[in-house]
């Protein structure tokens, strides 16, 4: 049974930064492709991020590319998305999501956390 828990969200002033976490159950961080996705309300899921079963390779959306860093602790069965220089538009309940392959639709990720609220203030 795969389990995804997501931590770190909170409310933070633009400009800020926060480090979300994604704890994995075991193993499963070497065998599939992990990424974090967002949906801000009223809105579709959209894709951040995503690093493969390696760690050596990673994708974002364009838009966030400079400000989010996603990383992994295969060790510790964890995911991480460093972001920076928030954006009221970032505000979102963020998802962790493990996947067989490395794409970019919500719809191809078979393992899912329940997300957690980021908020970011003017």
């Known amino acids: 049974q795969v389990q995804l828990v997501e931590s770190g969200g909170g409310l933070v002033q633009a400009g800020g930064s926060l480090r979300l976490s994604c704890a994995a159950s075991?193993?499963?961080?070497?065998?599939?492709?992990m990424a974090w996705f967002r949906q801000a309300a009223g809105k579709d899921r959209e894709f951040v991020a995503l690093?493969?079963?390696?760690?050596?390779?990673?994708l974002y959306a364009d838009s966030l590319k400079g400000r989010f860093t996603i990383s992994k602790d295969s060790a510790k069965n964890m995911v991480y998305l460093q972001m920076n220089s928030l954006k009221p538009e970032d505000t979102a309940n963020y998802y962790c999501?493990?996947?067989?392959?490395?794409?970019?639709?919500?719809?191809?990720?078979?393992?899912w956390g329940r997300g957690t609220q980021v908020t970011v203030s003017s």
């Open positions: 690093i493969n079963r390696s760690g050596g390779s990673t």
């Open positions: 075991g193993g499963i961080l070497n065998n599939y492709v």
């Open positions: 999501a493990a996947g067989a392959i490395a794409v970019v639709r919500p719809a191809s990720y078979d393992y």
